[in-house]
Structures are given as C-alpha cells and as structure tokens.
C-alpha cells in the first residue's frame, strides 16, 4: 500500500510538472520594431523620448522577425537593472506589439532607459543587438 501511494504521488508531481511548460519570455510578443539613430551621437541638449522623432525625422528601423530574437530581445528586457528615475538621452525607441494588440515603447538612451514607467540601466547586450 504504501508502495502504491509513493507511485500515485510521483505520478501527480510529474503530471503538475508537465503542465506548468516553462514559457518563453516573447511569449506573448506579436512584433517588434525598433527605431534609432547612431547611438553615440552628439546633440546639443538631451533627446526625449516624445521628441524622438522630431529630432531624428529619418530614423534607421529595424522588424524583429525570428521567435528566437523576441524571445532573446524580450529576455534582456525582463533582467535589467532598476535605477532612480530619470529621462534617457533618447537614442533609439523599440516597439513590442503584444498579441492583444496593446504596444509598449522603451525609450533607450546609452546610459539608462525607460520601460514601463521605469527607469533601468542600459544593458549592453541590448545596444549591441541594436547596432547590429
């Protein structure tokens, strides 16, 4: 009997754990695109994020096609460092349309960017999958 019940048990935790798919973090990503500039341009004052493209009326863009750069794009995004509030000097804006149609923008500056209402340190592995 008690045989029986360690067998049930493992049986409902393998169960559980085949349910519980670990997602991957462009999961619900339906396109990215990203607008910017030279990032290591000079301007005269700080870009901000409304007045991008007042500034840089011909921006290079950039669709993220391929599942593996969301999900890779994505997971830069979800491990990045938090930092006191303050506005990037604006020097590319990514777009991720979710699959309900809603969009969020980050605003990338060299330094620091916003996400969310946030403010975070700019990885570099995201300025480098920019420049690319």
Do not use: W
Not at 24 to 42: D, F, H, Q, W
Request: charge should be positive; glycine fraction near 4%.
């Amino acid at each position: 009997m008690k045989k029986l019940h360690t067998l049930l048990l493992l049986g409902a935790v393998a169960l559980t754990a085949c349910q519980n798919k670990p997602t991957s973090p462009g999961e619900n990503v339906k396109a990215i695109t990203i607008k910017y500039t030279e990032l290591g341009r000079k301007t005269l004052f700080k870009i901000t994020c409304d007045n991008f493209e007042t500034n840089f009326p011909k921006p290079l863009v950039m669709n993220v096609m391929s599942k593996p750069a969301m999900d890779s794009l994505m997971a830069v995004l979800s491990d990045m460092k938090r930092m006191d509030d303050e506005e990037p000097d604006v020097r590319a804006k990514i777009f991720i349309t979710n699959k309900d149609n809603k969009t969020d923008t980050v605003c990338v500056g060299i330094t620091t960017l916003k996400y969310q209402h946030s403010t975070y340190e700019t990885p570099q592995k995201l300025l480098m999958m920019i420049q690319q």
